[in-house]
Structures are given as C-alpha cells and as structure tokens.
C-alpha cells in the first residue's frame, strides 16, 4: 500500500512538473496536447495512468500502462519546433473503444503465428485465430489490452511489468515479463524487454509505434525516406502469412538497402506489395543482433526528422499503415487516413515456432528472454 501511494505522488509530481504552461479546464496538459485525468481509470480492476518521460533537451514521451504504449513522442524538426511523430488517441476510453496496436508494447508473440497452432516439446497449442485464421500480436487479448503494473517511474526512466498466466490466450507458461523504457540525453528511447517462465513457451515482444515523422497525420508516408539494413526479406501470402522462404531484396520493390523514397516502391506493380495491400513484411537484417548498427532509418524531408533503429533482434517487420482508411479519429481530432505513418517492428521473425530453421523464440524455465532496442531521433538540416 505504500509502496503504491509514493508511486501515486510520484506520478502526480511528473504530470505537473512537466506542463509547459497548458492547460485544459484548470488542467495542465503535456506538451503534447494531453490531458493525464483521461488516462486515470479502472481496466479489469487495475488503475491506468499517463506518465511522463523528459530529457535535458525538451523532448517528451508519454506512455500509458493500458497496453505499456507510447501515446506521444514530441521530438525537434529541422528549426528546433517540437512536432508530435506517433500516432496515438487522448484517453484511455479511445483505446478501449478502438481496438488498436498504436504505440503498444506487444506481446506474447509479436507478428503472426500460422493457423494459431504451433508445437513445443511434443505438445501442440492452439491459439485464437485473429488475422485470416492465424494468430496476430498475442490474440484478441495480447499485451496491448493489459493494464502492465508500474514497477519504477522516474522523470527519465519507466518500468513496466505483467504477469501472464499459464494458458492466457492459449500460450504455455506463467510468464513474467517487463519492458523498460528510458528517455536519453542522446533523443532516444532504449526499450529493454525481458522475461521469465516457469514452463517452456514461446515469446516474442516488441514496439508498435505508428510513426509519422512529420508531426502532421494529414500527411501520408510517401515522400519518406526508408532504409533498411538487410539484404534479404520473407515473403508472404494474401493472408499475410510468411511463406517460409528467404529471398533476396535486389530487383525488388522490397529492396531498402540505400534511403530510398518510400512512395516510389510501393507504387510499383508487385505480387508481393498486393499481398501485404502494401508494405507489411519481415526483413532479415545483416546487422545480425550488432545493437551499435543501425537497422533501419525512416527521415521526412517535410520536417527534417530522421528516426534510427537499432536491435538485438535478427529481424524487423516493416508495416505502412495499409489499413488506415480515415474511420479512426486521433489526437487533437485529427482522422488517420491511409498511409499515415510508419511502423518499424523489432522481433523474431513471423511463424517462427512452425520453421525450427529460423531463429528460435523458445523460452525454458531457468532461463532469461532479453530483448533491447533503440529508437533515435536526429534531425537532418
């Protein structure tokens, strides 16, 4: 008890010290726009809040533990004007009235498991089929819809964990799991997952932020500039299902391995880009698990932003915002339209429980899942 009072004060304390002067009927807002009382209610009996990161530079992230996300992310454009880059609504009830991934820490297994059915150890489970009779991000109740327990939250630094029990969703194993997010004096955000199980199970976590680096939703993706640091990707089918093939990136549309304006690719004539309705595939990166080389980079002209990523992980799903057809109303009122953003998605690669030749996502008792990835912000003049 507390223990849970001094986290109340604290978080009370971080939500005033970091005002910047707005306010919203007597209520200060972040820089953001947001007003924390929307975020502050009960979710299958656990209290939600909004809690927020600064660095010594301005910049501001703000995360709910309703599905551990990031609602905002306010970051310098090229003239040093603070520009809000995820997509994201501003209140809890928004998130439980439209189903969503925006900003969430997923989980138990990000991306898609075919058929939700996989084998471990002789054993075969089934999952909720979701997405085109596969399981997606966990099932219909993954980790983006769980309230996570705030474990530590400082004015830089917030840790959140869940505990999912043996047969959630269908998964084998009580599995305790924590994301940690820290806001640098470098403009990044280091997300550190890990997790521990008391049976053999699968795990596979990551960030779902929906970026849109110009800080305006009313703008598409197609004047970005996308790299990606691999030179081979998997293939899906018209369920977005990968086919369990490893194919080269040259002389295709999928091919990112320079900046390259991302409009102009998914324009051209591909099975490959009908079958995701766009962009929604796997790539296997050739940093090879190297956290000091930059995976992937996305920059807008527009405002001058660029986004770097870096991981541990073998592979990152690329994902366009194909379904984005303006029935969602966001923050400040403003409807996401197709292509609004950008999300960039750490992780195993798709299915890997059913292809024992990819990298493995299997957890044991005794052992430790860990998971690191870094999203850095730098502007380009």
Not at 104 to 124: E, K
Not at 175 to 190: A, E, G, P, W
């Amino acid at each position: 008890m507390k223990k849970t009072l001094i986290l109340s004060m604290l978080s009370v304390f971080l939500l005033v010290a970091c005002m910047g002067g707005k306010q919203e009927n007597s209520v200060e807002l972040t820089e953001s726009g947001l007003n924390p009382q929307k975020f502050v209610t009960d979710v299958d009996g656990k209290k939600t809040g909004l809690y927020i990161l600064r660095n010594k530079n301005n910049m501001e992230v703000c995360v709910t533990n309703f599905g551990g996300r990031i609602v905002s992310i306010m970051a310098p454009d090229r003239n040093g004007t603070m520009r809000d880059v995820v997509l994201g609504f501003d209140s809890i009830q928004d998130y439980i009235k439209y189903p969503s991934d925006y900003g969430a820490s997923i989980g138990r297994y990000a991306n898609r498991i075919a058929h939700g059915r996989f084998s471990l150890d002789g054993v075969t489970y089934q999952l909720p089929q979701n997405n085109y009779g596969h399981c997606l991000h966990g099932g219909p109740k993954g980790f983006q819809y769980v309230v996570y327990d705030v474990a530590h939250v400082d004015s830089s630094e917030i840790k959140l964990c869940y505990h999912a029990k043996d047969m959630e969703q269908g998964f084998p194993g009580n599995l305790d799991c924590s994301v940690t997010m820290k806001l640098t004096d470098d403009n990044s955000i280091d997300i550190r997952y890990e997790a521990q199980t008391d049976k053999p199970t699968i795990v596979n976590m990551t960030n779902h932020s929906y970026f849109n680096l110009d800080g305006d939703p009313n703008r598409n993706n197609s004047e970005y500039l996308l790299m990606v640091n691999a030179s081979n990707y998997t293939p899906i089918d018209s369920t977005f299902m990968t086919t369990g093939e490893i194919l080269p990136v040259e002389g295709t549309p999928m091919d990112f391995r320079q900046p390259t304006v991302l409009g102009e690719q998914l324009s051209k004539d591909s099975e490959q880009l009908k079958n995701g309705h766009g962009i929604d595939h796997n790539w296997v990166l050739d940093t090879k698990g190297d956290i000091n080389q930059v995976c992937a980079s996305l920059e807008s002209l527009y405002s001058g932003i660029k986004l770097e990523v870096y991981t541990d992980e073998p592979g990152i799903q690329v994902y366009t915002g194909n379904i984005l057809d303006g029935t969602q109303t966001g923050k400040k009122h403003i409807t996401y339209n197709f292509r609004a953003s950008v999300c960039l998605e750490t992780q195993k690669y798709p299915d890997t429980p059913n292809k024992p030749q990819w990298p493995s996502c299997v957890l044991r008792p005794g052992e430790k899942y860990m998971s690191h990835t870094i999203f850095k912000f730098t502007v380009d003049k």
